[in-house]
């Protein structure tokens, strides 16, 4: 066992161990809020590792809050089978989208642009369909769980937020896992070979198309659970906090800012975010409308030029100079010794 | 072993090869010479189907790839090693050597193949865990034929292996090559540097403007008038 292993199941234990030390119920809003947004930042950088860089994340989270809650609210039909539904069209759609987009080699900044349309696209469309969705003012689950029966696991509403904690933790660790499992497929040899050289890749046996399209894929469906989960915790959704260019966005920005190409990193980010916008909240209040988004956007220009690696990828970076040690590849350059 | 019957290509309206015919066979080194723009390299990425073909037949030991997409051509036992190498620079020399044997039927050949090249090119296992593009190009251009080696092909495709090399080095290049050749690999290599290529090969093809103009042992070509003036400066 070397140190990274240690550190990193001393750091599960501790939290696993959150709800044990007896904080208040705010501070474990924020530590529910962090992994769960850790979770969808993870599923973003599934494919933003990789070049592959959504701006329209908004729209999987979208699909996922609102699938599980028309299906709850309309037919009847539990999270349990809604969430994996939503999983489903969450990923046709990112098939949709990446399909014409891979096979016609739309990538960089033209990929970025059309899920960026993407997202708006979804949100509108929720919008649109207010007799069904509540358009703007957003909608709330059909309660079943009252002062007598405080928990309802067909509904998925649960008023402990304990119970809470436990279900987000097991979500985001399915997702470090899931990250995992492509950092150490061949898949992620394939997407680094596309992403640098995609005609030598192709001649290499890569399915170029398919690659993409799988790695698409995880994500969209990682982030459409994360927009469901996000819907049953909050037990309120609406079309700007669960879709659109805003939430779009700070999906990318937390990525970048903790570090896409570390498993940890994205959740670093979360955390990062929550402080920013809490921290903000209890020091400016809402009197500075849109400060927060101000910062990101500045924030965002900072880490692309000057910590492109993120926060956690940079910590890495500076540790491993210092024992010698290497982490294998990575996608972005690193300086080698010459002869 | 490799056969073009009429192939015409292009990219969009434009069209690079008109009507060109060749044939590679079995434990043979063939060149294909010609200036700048001629159309040398849209025939090698159309044998490996990178662009599209729009006319023509080719074959791999009589089967057809008309129909076959970029990304089985190396099922087919045919490894292109591209035009400026396309390594995957950020990737170490070794994970590059190992995304040229990425097709599962290479994949259970991977460590005895990986021995191979290292035995063919020791240069290439001191500078395993180097990222590739940190490489000098004579390097990279090794880096990039053992990535060619790596799925165990039939017919290697040598894209002007010499552009952008140092002079001391285009010999050392062309050393590679003729090991390639003795190591049994039949090679189809594409080539400016006419005088070079001639004295590795056994046949070459003169291919101006997208045609085929003539044809003929390395010999009949060295000899060749029109070649040696047009070519060759002498």
């Known amino acids: 066992m070397n140190i990274p292993m240690i550190i990193k199941a001393v750091g599960f234990l501790a939290v696993l161990s ?17 992994l769960l947004w850790g979770f969808i930042y993870t599923g973003w950088s599934v494919m933003g590792r990789f070049g592959l860089v959504s701006l329209g994340h908004g729209a999987f989270m979208g699909i996922g809050a609102y699938m599980v809650t028309m299906l709850w609210n309309h037919a009847g039909i539990t999270p349990w089978i809604g969430i994996p539904v939503a999983v489903v069209v969450s990923m046709a759609v990112g098939f949709m989208i990446g399909f014409p987009c891979f096979r016609f080699r739309i990538t960089g900044h033209y990929f970025a642009l059309v899920t960026l349309a993407l997202s708006e696209v979804v949100r509108l469309l929720i919008v649109a369909l207010r007799d069904y969705t509540g358009g703007s003012l957003g909608v709330t689950p059909d309660s079943v769980i009252s002062a007598d029966t405080p928990n309802s696991f067909i509904a998925m509403q649960f008023s402990d937020k304990v119970t809470w904690f436990y279900i987000v933790v097991a979500v985001w660790v399915v997702g470090l896992l899931v990250w995992r499992a492509v950092d150490r497929s061949m898949i992620r040899y394939a997407m680094e070979a596309v992403s640098q050289e995609e005609d030598a890749a192709a001649s290499l046996g890569v399915h170029v198309t398919r690659t993409k399209l799988i790695v698409t894929m995880i994500s969209a469906g990682m982030t459409a659970v994360g927009g469901a989960i996000y819907g049953q915790y909050q037990l309120y959704i609406n079309p700007e906090t669960t879709s659109g260019i805003a939430i779009s966005l700070q999906i990318v920005f937390a990525a970048i800012a903790g570090g896409m190409f570390v498993q940890l990193g994205p959740t670093v980010g979360a955390v990062i975010t929550l402080l920013l916008t809490e921290g903000l909240r209890q020091t400016v209040g809402h009197d500075v409308h849109g400060l927060d988004v101000m910062i990101y956007g500045a924030m965002l220009v900072l880490f692309i030029i000057y910590m492109p690696r993120g926060v956690l990828g940079r910590v890495i970076e500076v540790f491993e100079n210092r024992t010698g040690g290497t982490s294998g590849p990575t996608t972005q350059p690193r300086p080698q010794p010459g002869e | 072993m490799l056969e073009l019957k009429n192939v015409s290509a292009g990219y969009g309206t434009f069209q690079a090869l008109f009507d060109v015919s060749l044939e590679v066979r079995a434990g043979e080194a063939v060149a294909v010479i010609g200036p700048n723009g001629a159309g040398k390299t849209s025939l090698l990425r159309v044998i490996s189907k990178v662009i599209d073909l729009n006319g023509g037949e080719i074959a791999m030991e009589g089967v057809s790839l008309n129909d076959v997409p970029a990304h089985k051509i190396i099922e087919m036992g045919i490894a292109h090693v591209p035009e400026h190498r396309r390594l995957f620079p950020r990737l170490t020399v070794e994970e590059n050597l190992k995304m040229g ?128 003036r047009a070519y060759i400066g002498l």
């Open chain 1, 18 to 34: 959150i709800p044990a030390l007896g904080f208040s119920d705010y501070v474990l809003h924020i530590a529910i809020s962090a």
């Open chain 2, 101 to 228: 044997g990425f097709i599962a039927s290479a994949r259970s050949h991977f460590d005895e193949r990986l021995a191979y090249v290292y035995e063919l090119f020791p240069r290439m296992k001191e500078r395993r865990h180097q990222l590739a593009g940190t490489m000098s190009g004579g390097e990279q251009q090794m880096c990039a034929i053992g990535r060619g080696l790596m799925s165990g092909p039939k017919l290697l495709l040598l894209d002007e292996p010499s552009a952008g090399l140092a002079p001391v080095i285009v010999q050392q290049v062309f050393d590679l090559v003729r090991r390639i050749r003795e190591e049994g690999y039949t090679v189809l290599i594409v080539e400016q540097n006419i005088q070079q290529v001639l004295k590795v090969v056994d046949r070459a093809y003169l291919l101006e403007v997208g045609q085929i103009k003539m044809s003929g042992s390395s010999r009949e070509l060295l000899e060749n008038d029109d070649v040696r």
